[in-house]
């Protein structure tokens, strides 16, 4: 009887044992604020590669060659000089599906011709992009050329539309460490986008 006693008034090892209850907790949640700050470093990252892309885009070709080779003067029925009206360009949208690049005119709106695409100039911002971020594909990323109100008819120096330039990225996602442990699947980041007006758009300035 002693000795059952003595057993159990035995308190050697309680603090293994307290140890081991919270350990997972706590390796959980280390391995939780690493999964934060890789967190954020993939939205800033995404973040930056967005930037970069849009930068990239004011300044060289534009992607929809069809607009930026439009004669708003000659074909739009404007006086050279004119600046362009919303109503002759509302803005378009280029983005990639299943590998093929396609610009559209934006829904409710009036565009000139925008084909022929210039699938060239869309991959060398994606490529500027992956420069910063290489999880982007194209399928990412969305090119729109808004209206800005900028932008002559008949202007001989480029194009006749000065839009402003957005760059999406969307769709990337993040796999925490901490859910590989429990098979769960990864999580999506938010969308990015960035903005700025037109600079070149006929490939004579280089980023």
Do not use: H
Request: glycine share 10%; net charge negative.
């Amino acid at each position: 009887m002693r000795a059952l006693a003595k057993l159990f008034g035995d308190c050697r090892g309680s603090t293994a044992a307290e140890f081991g209850m919270v350990a997972p907790l706590l390796i959980a949640f280390l391995i939780g604020t690493i999964d934060m700050g890789r967190f954020l470093w993939e939205c800033n990252r995404a973040e930056k590669a967005t930037q970069m892309g849009a930068r990239f885009a004011v300044a060289t070709n534009m992607i929809p060659t069809g607009l930026s080779d439009y004669s708003f003067a000659v074909n739009g029925n404007l006086v050279q000089g004119d600046p362009i009206p919303s109503t002759a360009f509302g803005g378009a949208t280029c983005s990639s599906t299943g590998g093929t690049l396609t610009c559209s005119c934006a829904s409710g709106q009036t565009c000139p011709t925008l084909t022929p695409v210039n699938t060239a100039a869309f991959t060398n911002i994606v490529n500027r992009m992956q420069q910063f971020n290489p999880s982007i594909a194209a399928g990412n990323v969305t090119v729109a050329y808004e209206y800005s109100g900028l932008g002559f008819a008949g202007d001989p120096n480029g194009s006749d539309v000065a839009p402003l330039v957005t760059v999406k990225l969307r769709n990337l996602t993040f796999t925490p460490m901490l859910f590989r442990f429990f098979g769960s699947s990864s999580v999506a980041l938010p969308d990015f986008s960035a903005a700025l007006t037109l600079e070149d758009g006929i490939g004579n300035v280089s980023d």
